[in-house]
């Protein structure tokens, strides 16, 4: 029997930054952009100077690494943006686009649990306790911003990474994911996230923390 019957699919949204200029029709993680899209893979790679171990990071439940997967979030991130906001850094408006959980497979998928070290510059390294399976409850009890991370980016140094994302869990899912699964806003602003997930995710593929 298939794993796809025995996983019951995961009811409730995903949000994704808006991608202003898609290439293709797939948002795509990292590793399938270097063959494709050579211009955007170099590009976005840069973003993980000094910290390029996080890429051959094992993601252990998808057997497959960081840049294998699209990284997706629980939670509508405008309240993160609004925390960076009263930091007094420039945060420009992120239109975002929703995902219904159970248009993806349970089996390509599964929830990280993040967190920042205090004056650290990249996340935590995970551990196998840190992954959850990619269920209704699992999504529910991880669909609420903390005050560890509301509180983290209130208080940002100028010289501070953003990582907007840092104490929040992401959703990963391994492979692409079809542009027309997810829902659009109705009239996209006229700026958008820069440069990406949480200054972190491409134009044509998502990256985390």
Known sequence: MSTELTQQRAHGRLFHAMI????GDQLLPLAMLRDRY?????????KYTGREHRLGERVIPLECTWADVVFLAPLNPTVLFDAV???????GDVPVWTLDAARLDPARCCIRLMRVTPGARTTDPGTEDDYLPLTTATLRAVSEVTDRA?????NLGPDEPLLPWGDV????HRGPIALDL????????SRCLPEGFGRSGPAAASEGS
Do not use: Q
Not at 38 to 46: E, F, M
Not at 85 to 91: I, K, N, P
């Open 38 to 46: 050579p211009d955007l893979h170099t590009r976005h790679v840069a």
């Open 85 to 91: 906001r009263s930091a007094g850094l420039r945060m």
């Open 169 to 172: 869990p992401h959703v990963l």
């Open 150 to 154: 509301l509180e983290r980016l209130r």
């Open 20 to 23: 202003t200029h898609p290439h």
């Open 182 to 189: 997810f829902r659009k806003p109705p009239s996209p602003a």
